[in-house]
């Protein structure tokens, strides 16, 4: 399966500290990608980097990929309440491309 | 209005009956989705279609059907609803940008 694997499953933290999320893969990729989705509702796409890029910033957002190690992260800085969600890799492998497969994605609490 | 809209937002239903998810996207992207998501999960793909005249089984089709009416319309179907079928449904849309997600079909067979 390239099912990316999320570390950890659940991180509670305090606000203004910094969030890392970590994903692995198993085969090649076109781009990963991570999304947020807060409770029981649809996903919110975060960030797309592709496989010819190391990082990637969006707001305080950071991620960064390692295809040598085909893993990647999620950093969120500056953490605030609001940012209280879960947040899902997913890898886009196929040759034809666009077919994501998803994780099972990290819980991020932020504590006020 | 929203980019990727799914009806109904809740359904409870019996099992043995057959229940269409509609979606319909403002996008007009030409890649449509159908994704599963179980509790505490990620989502796994059940259907997705890259034009009107292309449909594709995803990982866990068995029990579902789709059909493109259209561009912007993408159903999908339980034949014979089962319990193991309650889940969130998500509808999903694409361009080289990334994903647009509905916000989701909760679907519960009793």
């Known amino acids: 399966s390239q099912q990316g694997e999320e570390d950890p499953q659940a991180l509670s933290i305090q606000e203004g500290e910094n969030a890392t999320m970590n994903c692995s893969y198993k085969t090649s990729i076109n781009n990963l990608q991570w999304y947020r989705q807060n409770s029981g509702r649809g996903l919110v796409h975060l960030i797309l980097i592709r496989s010819n890029e190391r990082e990637k910033h969006s707001g305080r957002l950071r991620v960064t990929l390692d295809t040598s190690k085909k893993s990647s992260s999620l950093l969120i800085t500056a953490s605030r309440a609001a940012d209280t969600a879960s947040y899902f890799c997913?890898?886009?492998?196929?040759?034809?491309?666009?077919?994501?497969?998803f994780g099972e994605g990290t819980q991020l609490t932020v504590n006020p | 209005d929203a980019d990727v809209t799914q009806t109904p937002r809740n359904r409870i239903t019996k099992t043995g009956k057959r229940i269409m998810l509609e979606c319909s996207q403002t996008?007009?992207?030409?890649?449509m989705y159908w994704y599963r998501q179980d509790p505490g999960l990620g989502l796994q793909l059940i259907y997705y279609s890259f034009d009107v005249k292309d449909i594709n089984k995803g990982e866990i089709s068995d029990g579902y059907s789709v059909s493109r009416q259209a561009q912007a319309k993408f159903s999908l179907s339980l034949e014979s609803a089962i319990p193991n079928q309650t889940a969130l449904y998500f509808c999903?849309?694409?361009?080289?940008?990334?994903?647009?997600f509905g916000s989701g079909t909760r679907l519960t067979v009793v």
């Open positions: 997913a890898t886009d492998w196929e040759t034809s491309g666009s077919r994501l497969t």
């Open positions: 999903a849309t694409s361009d080289r940008s990334g994903y647009t």
């Open positions: 996008k007009g992207h030409d890649r």
